[in-house]
C-alpha cells in the first residue's frame, strides 16, 4: 500500500493492526521478495522434540503452548537452519495432510481447516503424515490460489492473505478436483524443493 516495509507475514493477522500496521499481499518488489522468501520464513520449534512446527499442535509428543516456541530463529518452512545441512540425506521441515478416511491418501496441506470441509477427512499432523509414509515438505503443500478475472494468479498461504484485487479465491481441494477433471492444472505450493544450502524463491504455482 506504499507504507514503509517493517517484517514478512503470511497472514493478515500476524500484523499488528492495532498500532498502525497493515497486510500487503503479494508485493511486487525484487527487495520484499528476496527478503520474504518464504523458504526461509521464521516458524516454531517444538521443544521437546527438536522439530521445526508451525503451530503446538503438531509436535508429536507435547502439544501444550508451553512445549513451543513461536518464530524460532533457526526453524524455518524448509528446514531446520540449526542443523547443517546434508544434501544426501536433507532433513526438510515436515508439514501436516489432510488423510482421506475412503482412500486413505494424505494430501498435503498447510491449513488444518482445509479438512474440515471435506466429509470423509480429517487432518494428520506432520508425525503422523510422516509414518504413514508421506513426506510433506514445503514443496508438496498445497496452497490456496488467488485469481483474477483475466486469469492472472498469485498463491496464497489462505484466503485471507489473497490480494483484495483477485477476487477469486480456489482453495488446495478446489484446485485438486479442477486438475483432476481437467478443467486446469493450476497448482499452488507453499514453495519449490531445493536440495541446497541456499534455498530457491517461491512460493509459485506448478503448471
Keep these: ?21 497493515s497486510f500487503s499481499a503479494h508485493v511486487q518488489s525484487s527487495f520484499i521478495m528476496n527478503i520474504c522468501n518464504p523458504n526461509d520464513y521464521k516458524i516454531g520449534r517444538c521443544i521437546t522434540e527438536g522439530t521445526c512446527a508451525l503451530r503446538s499442535s503438531d509436535c508429536a509428543e507435547d502439544t501444550s503452548q508451553a512445549n513451543f516456541r513461536n518464530k524460532d530463529d533457526y526453524c524455518t518452512h524448509q528446514r531446520d537452519k540449526a542443523i547443517a545441512w546434508n544434501v ?8 501436516g ?3 482421506n478416511l475412503e482412500t486413505n491418501d494424505y494430501f498435503c496441506i498447510y491449513d488444518p ?4 470441509a471435506s466429509n470423509n477427512e480429517v487432518y494428520a499432523t506432520p508425525a503422523q503424515t ?16 488467488c485469481k483474477t478475472e483475466s486469469d492472472r494468479v498469485m498463491c496464497a498461504v489462505n484466503k ?14 478446489t484446485q485438486r478436483v479442477d486438475r483432476e477433471s481437467g478443467v486446469d492444472n493450476l497448482d499452488c ?10 534455498p530457491t524463491p517461491s512460493p509459485t504455482k506448478f503448471g
Excluded: W
Design 130 to 145: 510422516k509414518a504413514a509414509g508421506f513426506d510433506c515438505d514445503c514443496s508438496e503443500v498445497h496452497v490456496t490460489a
Design 113 to 116: 481447516d482445509e479438512c474440515v
Design 88 to 95: 544426501d540425506a536433507p532433513a526438510y521441515t515436515q508439514f
Design 189 to 198: 505450493r507453499l514453495c519449490r524443493k531445493s536440495n541446497t544450502v541456499k
Design 160 to 173: 485471507a492473505a489473497c490480494n483484495q484485487s483477485y477476487m477469486y479465491k480456489m482453495t488446495p481441494h
Design 97 to 99: 495432510s489432510c488423510k
Design 1 to 21: 500500500d506504499g507504507g514503509m516495509f517493517l517484517r514478512c507475514a503470511m497472514i493478515p493477522e500476524e500484523c499488528q493492526i492495532t498500532k498502525g500496521e
